[in-house]
């Protein structure tokens, strides 16, 4: 009777189990439902002077770049989220102006940033000294 | 979710495989994805050319790498190195039948996709900026004359491509090559061609005696080795940067332990070599420890890389083996898992490719048959003897009906 019952029980399990196998495979494997393949990518100019021109990724050898937040954002203004497939330790360029409305001489600060992946936010705050710095929040 | 709680994941997710040493990991390099079509042909072409070794039976391989971390086999671009996975999916068959009494006709199909993506996958890749995806299909016609030994077989061969990231070098998305394999007895020659021109031709002589295609289980003629020539045309209008490359695989002890090595000529030298012990001459197990020369071009090292690794049936365990650095992006520093299953069937015999006798699965088989069958006469009572010769092979019948009178014995002769 009991193994009669478990019978009953298991079968429709194992069909279950097939059954949720196929689409498991046709999406793939599981570890992206919580790891992140890109990253959306939101700048806040937490600064009181400085003019954030652009943010694009450079090859370590400075040969080529890559756009990603290709926006003005005047002082205490936020970027649009700007969506990028850039996982790992990269360099990234920030072009600025030393001033509030992003006119005069363009400078250029370069960083090395560790992206994760998911939904970053990244503030720009200027020292004392005024060189720029950057936090994920 | 949020972030810190993905970081506690990510980092859950990274003990279990540390203790593995995949911290270690080393980035698979940009120009190891555009190299990748030659190599997946020419394995391609190399396992059809074991297969073919018979000529007919069946085969049947499938496979993928499992690489659990993205931060595993990272790419390495201008940019640095990316988070993702390489992959690497294969599958073939091979089937033929008799149409007269001493040909055979076959047909043949060789599939695998490979590269690296954003995501882990099975099917729909993410196709990232960074992506490469790509796949080669070989597939043709065989005809194998039984009486005199011997195999023809030919078709073609597509490199496509599916994905190609901004960071890679320009290639050409879709190539069509043609391919013929002639064997005769232990001897034979492989083709491939780009339309006129010859990509590589490959001389093989398998001297050693295979009791799987008629040979000996043992003996001095198992001991002779499998040589093969190929000379690879590398730049199809340029004959002079032509390369060779030798390999020599060698018996040294009844056909379950075996040496390898592989010469480039005239310029590049050792290439590669191995010690493989097969448990058992059907292959289906190995242990292998390789050695082989890096590439400077791709890896801007020219040094040797020591590894090993465990192949059972289903699945597969490697640290920087020789087949993974070439087959796999010059994967190295990490342990690489491989769910595969090949099988190769001759005239009722089983083994994996490049097996010389048959798999033990099916002397148990037999064994069980044997004990099965039930004892020699049946201990009843029979009326008519061919009721006797019904009742053979039916052990479980205790009763035994006839007309009008009924016999019946019990175990214990009770009654």
């Known amino acids: 009777m009991v193994r009669s019952a478990m019978k009953a029980f298991v079968r429709p399990l194992f069909a279950l189990c097939v059954f949720c196998a196929l689409p498991l495979a046709l999406t793939g494997c599981l570890s992206h439902w919580f790891l992140e393949s890109e990253t959306r990518l939101q700048l806040e100019n937490a600064t009181e002077d400085y003019s954030i021109i652009s943010l694009d990724v450079v090859a370590l050898d400075g040969s080529i770049y890559s756009s990603w937040i290709r926006q003005t954002v005047l002082p205490g203004e936020r970027s649009r989220v700007e969506e990028g497939d850039w996982i790992g330790e990269f360099k990234v360029r920030v072009k600025y102006t030393e001033s509030k409305d992003a006119s005069g001489d363009t400078l250029v600060d370069y960083r090395v940033l560790d992206f994760e992946g998911g939904s970053m936010y990244l503030q720009v705050t200027a020292s004392e000294k005024g060189k720029l710095q950057y936090k994920f929040r | ?415």
């Open chain 2, 1 to 415: 979710m949020g972030m810190q709680m993905r970081k506690v994941v990510k980092r859950a997710l990274c003990i279990l495989p540390m203790a593995f040493g995949l911290s270690v990991a080393d980035a698979v390099p940009l120009a190891a994805f555009s190299e990748t079509g030659s190599h997946s042909r020419d394995q391609q072409l190399l396992e059809i050319r074991d297969v073919m070794r018979g000529g007919r039976g069946g085969f049947l391989d499938l496979g993928f790498n499992y690489t659990p971390l993205a931060s595993q086999l990272p790419l390495e671009s201008p940019y640095g190195e990316h988070e993702g996975y390489a992959f690497r999916q294969h599958v073939a068959g091979f089937g033929s039948g008799a149409v007269t009494r001493q040909s055979q006709l076959g047909a043949l199909l060789w599939f695998e996709r490979s590269g690296w993506d954003g995501e882990d996958f099975f099917v729909y890749p993410k196709y990232n900026a960074f992506s490469h995806v790509a796949s080669t299909t070989t597939w043709g016609l065989t005809y194998t004359h039984i009486k005199h030994d011997v195999t023809f077989a030919g078709g073609m061969q597509h490199y496509n491509v599916e994905h190609v990231g901004d960071v890679y070098p320009e290639e050409s998305d879709s190539l069509l090559y043609s391919w013929a394999h002639l064997r005769w007895n232990h001897f034979s020659v492989q083709g491939n061609f780009y339309r006129s021109n010859v990509r590589f031709l490959r001389l093989s002589l398998d001297l050693e005696s295979r009791l799987v295609y008629g040979g000996y289980s043992k003996g001095l003629l198992t001991y002779l080795p499998n040589i093969d020539l190929t000379v690879y045309n590398k730049s199809a209008d340029k004959f002079s940067a032509d390369t060779y490359r030798m390999n020599w695989e060698q018996n040294l002890y009844g056909q379950i332990l075996y040496a390898e090595v592989s010469y480039d000529f005239p310029d590049d030298g050792f290439h590669s070599a191995a010690l493989k012990y097969y448990p058992d001459a059907s292959r289906m197990v190995a242990f292998e420890a390789t050695c082989i020369r890096r590439n400077k071009k791709i890896d801007g090292t020219d040094d040797l890389l020591w590894g090993g690794g465990i192949e059972f049936p289903f699945v597969r365990f490697a640290y920087n083996s020789s087949y993974d650095y070439e087959n796999f992006f010059h994967a190295k520093g990490t342990f690489i898992v491989e769910f595969q299953f090949n099988l190769a069937s001759i005239d009722g015999f089983l083994f994996a490719r490049g097996g010389t006798r048959s798999a033990p699965l099916e002397t148990i088989k037999v064994e069980k048959k044997n004990k099965d069958l039930p004892p020699e006469g049946d201990g009843l009572i029979h009326l008519n003897p061919s009721d006797a010769s019904t009742s053979v092979g039916s052990g479980k019948t205790k009763t035994l009906e006839a007309t009008g009178i009924r016999y019946e014995k019990s175990g214990n002769g009770g009654n």
